[in-house]
């Protein structure tokens, strides 16, 4: 995957995460890890200071939390997502 594309992903990934708990580099790190995303710790702090800079999380100690601006992106990105799969996923089936 195109590493453009990947921090796209990545970004919804921690946008979902931030939904239900808040996030530090290391947590946020090994839960993409687990789901075989090509990351280093400097590119997930990256990512989390830039959803930061956008008003997406907000920054506190060494923890990001959620903020409403990110509660209302997510949920336009899940719109988005669900016909995007909808989609993809009908053009897959023969």
Do not use: P, W
């Not at 999380?57 to 669900?82: C, R, Y």
């Amino acid at each position: 995957m195109l590493a453009d594309v990947q921090n796209l992903f990545i970004r919804i990934h921690m946008l979902h995460l931030a939904q239900t708990e808040d996030l530090t580099v290391t947590d946020v790190l090994t839960r993409l890890e687990a789901l075989d995303y090509r990351v280093g710790e400097r590119e997930v702090k990256q990512e989390l200071e830039r959803l930061t800079q956008e008003n997406f999380l907000t920054s506190h100690n060494e923890q990001f939390s959620i903020t409403g601006a990110g509660i209302n992106e997510f949920k336009e990105i899940q719109t988005v997502l669900n016909t995007v799969c909808s989609e993809v996923g009908e053009k897959n089936k023969v």
